[in-house]
């Protein structure tokens, strides 16, 4: 499997993570790296805002192409690939064009938000625990089965705090690992294992791994018996 590529503007060896996928590339990738995308992005947005100038446009302004009014760049969402670097619908335009949709199309809408839902907490899993993900403690791989699990413990509070805040569409802790970028404190283990040391501070996984480690006969030399009592 391909794990770096050669970026054909900057001309260095990278990993295929730092790579854009592009359905038209030869292996799936874009011929550019991300940096180089960004670079570019930044060049185009700088001569736009220069030409909107030299014709008497005010920067920090954006025009809807729905509603067609010019309103302050506040109104619109931010947007990378615009040269202007906003959204081309204002806000209240994308709202309502948004609200239409799901009225429209609710399956279509459930769906998405299913996917996302399972693709940003098997981001945080592999993060964690490695691909495939599995439970620190036990070994459990059941995708079903495993959770995050704070090492420090405070995990209660820290998930009341993201509801309130409402960062996530029901998996807040996975929504909040993303935007933090994944820092440390945090494990993989399966719900038994979770809940056993939430409640009495250790997993019965690791009490037998102690009493097995502690409970193994010396070794004798091979072929040789060990020596009998006298009588």
């Known amino acids: 499997m391909l794990k770096t590529r ?13 790579f ?30 220069r030409r909107n100038i030299s014709r008497g446009r005010k920067p920090g302004y954006g025009k809807c192409s729905y509603c067609k009014r010019i309103k302050t760049a506040s109104n619109f969402h931010k947007c ?6 906003l959204y081309p619908y204002c ?3 994308q709202n309502k064009k948004s609200k239409r949709y799901r009225t429209k199309y609710p399956e279509k809408v459930k769906e998405r938000i299913k996917q996302w839902r399972k693709q940003t907490r098997m981001k945080a899993l592999v993060h964690y625990s490695g691909d495939p ?11 079903e089965f495993l959770t995050i699990d704070h090492i420090n413990g405070g995990g209660n509070k820290h998930r009341k705090k993201l509801r309130k805040i409402k960062i996530g569409f029901g998996n807040e802790i996975y ?20 809940q056993v040391i939430g409640f009495y501070g250790y997993c019965p996984h690791q009490a037998q791994t ?3 480690s502690h409970s193994k006969p010396k070794n004798t030399s091979a072929g040789v018996a060990p020596p009998t009592p006298n009588t």
Request: charged share 25%.
């Open 91 to 93: 806000k209240s335009c």
């Open 210 to 212: 102690v009493t097995s």
């Open 6 to 18: 050669l970026c054909t503007r900057c001309k260095s060896e990278k990993q295929v993570s730092d």
């Open 80 to 85: 990378l690939q615009s040269r202007t670097g």
């Open 175 to 194: 929504r909040w690992l993303k935007i933090a970028g994944y820092p440390p404190g945090f494990r993989i283990l399966c719900y038994n294992c979770n």
């Open 133 to 143: 993900p599995k439970c620190a403690c036990c070994g459990e791989s059941t995708y």
């Open 20 to 49: 854009h996928k592009w359905k038209h590339g030869r292996d799936g990738l874009y011929v550019w790296c991300r940096t180089c995308c960004r670079e570019r992005q930044r060049f185009y947005r700088t001569q736009y805002m």
